[in-house]
């Protein structure tokens, strides 16, 4: 075998990474929470898609400085920091968005009438953690094990 047999992994293994269905499941997820929370925390900024403010519980706006939507801008930028962390290191990326919506959780469990989107958040919790798990086998893999 030459060197360059050894070092390049052939089209056949690159097939295979990509119709494993575990493969697959990560770059769903991956892409997901690339894009979703980039987007959300753009929107902090925009209020295009809801305002922003009134999903701040009292408490938490309370203890903040500033406004309800000041604390929406700090909360946009951790948000692109997360999707960013994504793309980058899907591994840390996965648990950051965890842990970040855990504490989304949190606050909307204390807010009554936002039950709902705290259920919709455990959901999504749940897929970051299933992201972080799996990029744990698949980032930065180049052919199956």
Not at 6 to 33: C, E, H, M, N, W
Not at 93 to 121: E, F
Request: hydrophobic letters at 55%.
């Amino acid at each position: 075998m030459t060197s360059a047999t050894k070092t390049t992994p052939s089209v056949a293994p690159r097939r295979a990474v990509l119709s494993d269905p575990g493969y697959q499941a990560f770059a769903i997820l991956r892409v997901g929470f690339t894009v979703a929370p980039i987007l959300f925390g753009l929107d902090k900024f925009a209020n295009l898609l809801v305002d922003w403010p009134a999903y701040l519980a009292p408490w938490i706006d309370d203890v903040v400085p500033g406004s309800a939507q000041a604390a929406m801008y700090a909360v946009g930028v951790v948000e692109i920091v997360a999707g960013l962390a994504v793309a980058l290191a899907p591994r840390f990326g996965g648990w950051l968005v965890a842990g970040w919506l855990a504490g989304i959780i949190v606050n909307l469990l204390t807010i009554p009438g936002y039950y709902d989107i705290a259920l919709r958040d455990f959901g999504l919790l749940l897929g970051a953690v299933a992201l972080a798990r799996l990029a744990r086998r698949y980032h930065g893999e180049r052919r199956p094990h």
